[in-house]
Structure formats: C-alpha cells, structure tokens
T-cell receptor, first 112, second 114 residues
C-alpha cells in the first residue's frame, strides 16, 4: 500500500532560519504530492502541490520539488517567520483513487 | 475563507447521547470526506462520498453513521460513543475526489465524550 513518512517533530527554529521538512513516499503508481498546513484551531489548508516528476510547487516562500528518483517531496523555506508556526502534513494521492495518504504531520515552532 | 463550514465547533456528549455533526461546502464540489484527527495519531480517513454516493468506508465502527443528502451537505451521526472517540473531526471537499484534486478542509468539530 501507499505510505508517507515525515520527519518527527517538533522542529524548533529562530526567526529567519532556513527550514527543511523531509518527506518520502511509497506508491504503486505516479501520485500527485501535496503539502498541507494546519494552524492552531483550524483545519488543514493546501500549501502547495506537484502533479508530476520534477515539478516544483511553491507558495508563500515555501517550495517543494517532486523527486521521483528519490521518492521525496521535501518542504523548504529560506527564512521562516513566527507566523509559520503550525503543523505541516505531506500527502499523496494516486490518479483515480479516492483515498489520499497523509503523513503524521511535523510541528514547526518558530521563536522570535 | 468560508468554503467549508462545520457545526458545532465544540461538542461534549455522554456515552449514551445521540448527536450529529454537520458540514456544508460552498465550493460546488462533488466529493466530501470525514476525517478523524487524534493527538499523536495519523489523520484517519473515515468516509468518502462522491456525488452523494459513499465510495469508501474505512472500517469505521457502526456507532458512526454518515449521511450525504446532496453534494453540498454531509452529516456524521453519533450514538453510543466511547471516550476514545474524543477527537477533532474534520470535513473536507474536493472537486472530483480523485488524484490531483486539492482537498478543502473545514475548521473541525472538537468532540469530547465523557
């Protein structure tokens, strides 16, 4: 079956630090890949996505590149802000499937 | 953003109560989902509806009963719950329900079972 593995959290950074949250996946086909973010007291919302190999998704300074050869979709941001403190979920969904697969989430805490 | 709304936002119920959670989407989507989010556990997909037909049911106990009367509304009927059912219940919708579709989540209902 499909699976998504994210690095354990919490990740604690100072403001303006560089962020990487690792995500690797296993899938039987060629899935679409997603990063969702959940701010405190809210539901998840899409941060970015990529639908095929070598695509780069980007939004709000965050980026992730679909790497088929390493089955990875690592999330990066060059300079984090306190407002980026949230839980980040990596996910995949295969073409034709109704069932997305989510990682366990990585909590990010950014200190001033 | 009021694309997906959920009511109530908080619910406390006893083990013998019957209650319902409501979800409404204003995005014109065809697919709707219920998820359970518990502390220190992965997000659990409970039910998926596409065009008001249930297309997935992930071995959820019968004390949870979904209802999708039309493509804009989704309910989760609760009865005889257990304390371990306490969690955040998230509703989501997507255009078609498959593949590259983005899921749009509501804010969730925080359920506490006493």
């Amino acid at each position: 079956g499909n699976s998504v593995t994210q690095m354990e959290g919490p990740v604690t950074l100072s403001e303006e630090a560089f962020l990487t949250i690792n995500c690797t996946y296993t899938a039987t086909g060629y899935p679409s890949l997603f990063w969702y973010v959940q701010y405190p007291g809210e539901g998840l919302q899409l941060l970015l996505k990529a639908t095929k190999a070598d695509d780069k998704g980007s939004n709000k300074g965050f980026e992730a590149t679909y790497r088929k050869e390493t089955t990875s979709f690592h999330l990066e941001k060059g300079s984090v802000q306190v407002s980026d403190s949230a839980v980040y979920f990596c996910a995949l969904s295969e073409e034709g499937s109704y069932i997305p697969t989510f990682g366990r989430g990585t909590s990010l805490i950014v200190h001033p | 953003e009021t694309g997906v709304t959920q009511t109530p936002r908080h619910l406390v119920m006893g083990m013998t109560n019957k209650k319902s959670l409501k979800c409404e989407q204003h995005l014109g989507h065809n697919a709707m989902y219920w998820y359970k989010q518990s502390a220190k556990k992965p997000l659990e997909l409970m039910f998926v509806y596409s065009l008001e037909e249930r297309v997935e049911n992930n071995s959820v106990p019968s004390r949870f009963s979904p209802e999708c009367p039309n493509s804009s509304h989704l309910f989760l009927h609760l009865h005889t719950l257990q304390p371990e059912d306490s969690a955040l219940y998230l509703c989501a919708s997507s255009q078609d329900g498959r593949g590259a579709d983005t899921q749009y989540f509501g804010p969730g209902t925080r359920l506490t079972v006493l």
